[in-house]
């Protein structure tokens, strides 16, 4: 190990996020998902991560070696409320 001690990975989530201009309340709830997952799969090590794709090719720039198969929530679709001539009649 050099002089330099090694930098922890949420040091290294921090960075990433703050380069990257993330709110520092989307850092927080990152962090603190981060961490859950760390704690509740008793994590020890960098190569307990082997399974975090974004993770892995984001923060650590290493490729993993196999695929995620994750997919994104469908993005709700806001419609406009707009009255009818008749209720914005009746609301006057």
Same mark, same amino acid.
């Given at each position: =190990?050099? /002089? %330099?001690? $090694?930098?922890?990975? !949420?040091?290294?989530? /921090?960075?990433? =996020? /703050? &380069?990257?201009?993330? #709110?520092?309340?989307? %850092?927080?709830?990152?962090?603190?998902?981060?961490?859950r997952f760390i $704690?509740?799969? @008793? =994590?020890? #090590?960098? +190569?307990?991560?082997?399974?975090?794709?974004? &993770?892995y090719r984001k923060?650590?720039?290493?490729?993993?070696?196999q695929k995620i198969? *994750?997919?994104? *929530?469908?993005?709700? @679709?806001?419609?406009?409320?707009? =009255?009818? /001539? %008749? %209720? *914005? +009649? !009746? *609301?006057?």
């Amino acid at each position: =190990m050099s /002089r %330099e001690k $090694k930098r922890k990975i !949420m040091d290294e989530v /921090r960075d990433y =996020m /703050r &380069l990257h201009h993330y #709110s520092i309340h989307t %850092e927080k709830s990152y962090c603190d998902w981060i961490g859950r997952f760390i $704690k509740f799969h @008793q =994590m020890k #090590s960098r +190569a307990d991560f082997e399974n975090g794709e974004d &993770l892995y090719r984001k923060v650590l720039k290493k490729d993993p070696d196999q695929k995620i198969n *994750a997919t994104h *929530a469908k993005r709700r @679709q806001n419609l406009p409320v707009v =009255m009818t /001539r %008749e %209720e *914005a +009649a !009746m *609301a006057v």
